[in-house]
């Protein structure tokens, strides 16, 4: 008998102190130790939330839901605005728009649509460890919603590309559901920039908003200098080691699936969830908007950190109340305007004064982080993870045969008057089966193994 209660007495003990834990862990603890992110970096976020909020409009000359201090944008520079009835359940809507101000060519894509069932089909097109892609693997459904866009509007980009003098930079954005689309978009457009008229990789953005977990550690980190996911404090897709598929298929009990995800990350070794090349993440480099603290009440001034994080990277849940309301583009498109102008008010470069960071210092301040994270990550064994000078090969080896491609692809091009298609990169990645369905052809890197 005494052995059994001193049995129940550990039990308790151990699940109190995992409650006490897990209730104490607040979503700014995740950002504790990350530097501030500048003004300079983080300014085009709020106007990117912006351009996803328009794809929800019908008419943008007379907008039905303008968020606060308007949309911002010129109505006559968009160029195209697709709706459900276009896309016919293969991607999320979205729109093309031509920012001749920041010289930027953006195509925006909005999120989850809970009456929608082609977006549940999206999601559910998934399995753990089904889908490899550059030594790495990703969401399968995403990446086919993303090769059907291309297939769509890759003619329309380059197009925009070249008729803009090759100056302006590409710039993929979404939220939600749409930013695991525009993450593997940019996957896919760095590693066949041929198509696109040869444009280089530093012309290349993605800012993916409240974004999906939608490809494994390596790629993460690798991908780091294209793609930036924001995240508004306790948001909990970000988080949210459990696939897609599943979240969304409990959607209406979602605090009952994320409290049992909680108690079962906690008993998985660190080591374990690295280790794991099917383990998705959220993309790319973090922007992490805090606005509240422990036992506080209020939002407070929001504040924004950045890092590239390898181990540690939002891998536990916030058991909090605003889990799901931090998600809400309106929320992040809101406190990343407050975020900004607090930035630039506290920031002490005027006429007189010289900026504290230098634009060129905060850029090799930031290549200096991406490349220390490569680092780490090959240091911790992540599978299929590269060294920062195995990368930067790879990445000269493979420019100059970029260039060829480019140029043949110009000249048959001229000759022929036909478009690039990117139904020639669907054949290399998938296959179809007797049923006439898709299927995965075996990645070269898994066949390493």
Same mark, same amino acid.
């Given at each position: ?321 605003? &889990? !799901? /309301? ?6 992040? *498109? #809101? =406190?990343?305007?407050? %975020? ?46 590269? &060294? !920062? /000078? ?6 000269? *080896? #493979? =420019?100059?045969?970029? %260039? ?46």
């Amino acid at each position: 008998m005494s052995v059994s209660c001193g049995v129940e007495c550990v039990f308790v003990l151990g699940f109190a102190r995992w409650m006490w834990k897990r209730c104490t862990h607040v979503g700014s603890d995740d950002s504790a130790t990350w530097p501030a992110a500048t003004a300079e970096e983080f300014e085009a976020v709020p106007r990117v939330c912006r351009l996803i909020l328009a794809v929800y409009e019908t008419d943008l000359h007379n907008p039905q839901f303008p968020p606060a201090g308007g949309y911002k944008l010129n109505p006559d520079w968009v160029v195209k605005r697709v709706a459900y009835e276009q896309t016919l359940g293969r991607a999320p809507p979205y729109l093309i728009y031509t920012d001749h101000d920041k010289k930027e060519i953006v195509l925006a894509i909005r999120g989850l649509n809970l009456a929608k069932e082609s977006d549940y089909k999206l999601l559910l097109d998934n399995r753990l460890g089904r889908q490899m892609f550059d030594g790495g693997f990703v969401h399968h459904g995403l990446l086919k919603s993303a090769l059907w866009l291309l297939n769509q509007e890759g003619d329309t980009l380059r197009r925009l590309w070249e008729e803009n003098g090759r100056q302006y930079s590409m710039v993929f954005a979404g939220h939600s559901l749409g930013s695991g689309v525009a993450a593997l978009l940019a996957l896919v457009v760095v590693n066949h920039r041929d198509k696109l008229g040869g444009i280089p990789r530093n012309k290349v953005r993605c800012h993916a908003v409240a974004p999906a977990r939608c490809m494994s550690l390596n790629l993460a980190v690798k991908y780091a200098d294209v793609i930036n996911s924001v995240i508004l404090q306790d948001d909990f897709l970000p988080r949210t080691p459990t696939p897609l598929e599943d979240i969304f298929k409990s959607i209406f009990c979602l605090p009952c699936l994320l409290f049992l995800v909680c108690l079962r990350d906690t008993f998985i070794p660190e080591e374990r969830k690295l280790r794991d090349p099917r383990r998705l993440y959220a993309p790319g480099r973090m922007y992490h908007i805090v606005e509240r603290r422990f036992c506080r009440c209020g939002r407070y001034p929001p504040e924004v950190r950045t890092a590239i994080p390898v181990d540690g990277r939002f891998e536990h849940i916030v058991l909090s109340c605003n &889990a !799901t /309301s931090d998600h809400a583009i309106i929320w992040i *498109e #809101r =406190e990343s305007q407050k %975020a900004v102008q607090l930035m630039k008010e506290s920031s002490p470069g005027t006429i007189i004064t010289a900026p504290k960071v230098q634009k060129f210092e905060r850029l090799k301040t930031i290549e200096k982080e991406h490349k220390d994270a490569l680092d780490r990550a090959v240091s911790l064994n992540i599978p299929h993870a590269v &060294a !920062t /000078s195995e990368d930067q090969s790879h990445e000269d *080896e #493979r =420019e100059p045969s970029h %260039a060829k491609r480019e140029d043949a692809s110009e000249t048959k091009q001229k000759s022929s008057g036909k478009s690039a298609n990117w139904d020639q990169l669907v054949e290399k990645l998938f296959k179809k089966s007797e049923s006439g369905d898709l299927t995965l052809n075996k990645d070269a890197a898994a066949s390493k193994e």
